[in-house]
């Protein structure tokens, strides 16, 4: 059984550029989720998507922006980097069932903004 | 918003001793998780524990709703139950949106 998987491990960006990190979910899963976890934090919710859409999303500005698409996988985008978005970028997937929600995360994205 | 506080913030241990993690939260949830971030960074599934008791070898979990808090214990630990552990909490009406706690963070020495 396949876990959720992302890519890529590390990434290493100039501010100003634009970054895509990939995700795709454990198997049989429908919902992907995405958090930020700067150094010495705990996650932080950036936003969720269902359905190809995005259903819920955190206190993150428009600068992030995702997609799912129809097998469930999904990517975050960053634009104009800033400094500050240098973090560890997790994905977690979870499968709207009843009211059971547990979500397993991937191993991360490490995003370095120099 | 809620506010999800967890005790201590860190622990130190000899390999062998048992501990105990309190995760408090300030509002009613649908659902709680208790994660262990290894050093890689890498969250892993201890607990999905909305409410009562679980355990899983030496492990075991006990959430009280109705009270806001709930517990983690780690017993004869050992050096690779070091890391952080972190309480993760759902609200009512934001399906999968979890809200971390601030996170224990637990080295166990030989």
């Known amino acids: 059984d396949a876990g959720v998987t992302q890519s890529p491990t590390h990434l290493i960006k100039t501010r100003g550029q634009q970054v895509t990190l990939r995700c795709s979910p454990k198997s049989g899963h429908d919902t992907v989720s995405w958090y930020q976890q700067a150094l010495g934090q705990g996650p932080q919710f950036i936003f969720q998507y269902y359905e190809e859409e995005e259903r819920q999303r955190g206190n993150f500005p428009d600068r992030f922006s995702g997609h799912q698409f129809p097998n469930y996988s999904s990517e975050l985008n960053v634009n104009a980097l800033l400094l500050g978005d240098s973090a560890l970028y997790l994905c977690a997937s979870s499968l709207v069932l009843g009211l059971d929600y547990e979500q397993y995360f991937g191993p991360g994205t490490r995003l370095t903004v120099t | 918003g809620i506010q999800v506080e967890q005790s201590p913030p860190d622990l130190i241990l000899q390999e062998g001793a048992n501990s105990t993690l309190r995760c408090n939260f300030s509002?009613?949830?649908?659902?709680l998780q208790w994660f262990h971030q290894n050093p890689w960074g890498q969250l892993i599934n201890l607990f999905y524990i909305p409410s009562g008791t679980k355990q899983n070898g030496r492990l075991s979990a006990t959430t009280v709703a109705t009270e806001r808090y709930s517990l983690l214990y780690i017993s004869s630990s050992q050096t690779t139950d070091s890391g952080v552990y972190f309480c993760a909490v759902e609200l009512p009406g934001t399906a999968s949106k979890l809200t971390f706690g601030t996170g224990t963070r637990l080295q166990v020495t030989l």
């Open positions: 509002d009613s949830v649908n659902n």
